[in-house]
């Protein structure tokens, strides 16, 4: 089976501009979460995802949004990119919402900000 | 609220040597608790998991964990160590109750293993 998938792995963008990353989740799967992992900051929960509803949030500006649509695939938007967006984004997937539910990641897809 | 507390950023061992790397935790709940690991440039992948069944968790490549609620403590060990087993790794808590599923990671712990 498939593990989950992200896209683009890398990317390059200058401050203003706005990006989109994709998450394919492993097939079956219902749930995407979304973190950043950054040098300072360590891995911080963005939001998740479930039968195409926001569940839950963390505490980032409304820069960052997201979706999941029919088919748990997900995106994340980040608009107005800062400087400090340079980090790594994990997507994970899993098969439901309960808390004993393993998450599995995708490899990330690598954000500079320039 | 909960707070994840992973004692060492970093740790070096010889080949061949046991593992000990350390995780407290604070949980408002009954938590799940997981350990993952990260190689360079590479998304996370689970080692283990802890989920109010038995308190020894085994796990992938001869990882174990012990829950000690009374210590709320979930510490990783490994007996010997491997050159491959060189990587950041991370203790997560999530809480089992309440609508707030999300994962708290620590701060990581990165694992040099010498030969």
């Known amino acids: 089976k498939a593990g989950v998938t992200q896209t683009p792995r890398y990317l390059i963008k200058t401050r203003g501009q706005q990006v989109t990353l994709s998450c394919s989740p492993i097939?079956?799967?219902?749930?995407v979460s979304w973190y950043q992992q950054t040098p300072g900051q360590g891995l911080q929960f963005l939001f998740e995802y479930f039968s195409e509803t926001q569940r839950n949030k963390g505490n980032f500006p409304g820069r960052f949004s997201g979706r999941q649509f029919s088919n748990s695939r997900s995106e994340m938007n980040v608009s107005t990119l800062e400087l400090g967006d340079s980090a790594l984004y994990l997507c994970?997937?899993?098969?439901?919402?309960?808390?004993?539910?393993?998450?599995?990641f995708g490899p990330g897809t690598r954000l500079t900000v320039l | 609220a909960q707070s994840v507390t992973q004692l060492d950023s970093h740790v070096s061992v010889s080949e061949g040597t046991p593992v000990l790397l350390r995780c407290n935790y604070s949980s408002s709940y009954s938590p799940s608790l997981f350990w993952y690991v990260q190689h360079p440039n590479k998304g996370l992948q689970l080692l283990l998991k802890y989920t109010s069944a038995a308190t020894l968790v085994k796990g992938i490549n001869g990882f174990e964990a012990e829950f000690k609620k009374s210590e709320t403590s979930f510490h990783l060990t490994k007996p010997s160590a491997h050159m491959s087993d060189a990587a950041e790794y991370f203790c997560?808590?999530?809480?089992?109750?309440?609508?707030?599923?999300?994962?708290?990671f620590g701060s990581g712990t990165q694992l040099t293993v010498l030969p």
């Open positions: 097939s079956g799967h219902r749930s």
């Open positions: 997560v808590v999530n809480p089992s109750s309440g609508s707030a599923r999300q994962l708290t």
């Open positions: 994970a997937s899993s098969l439901a919402l309960t808390s004993t539910d393993t998450q599995y």
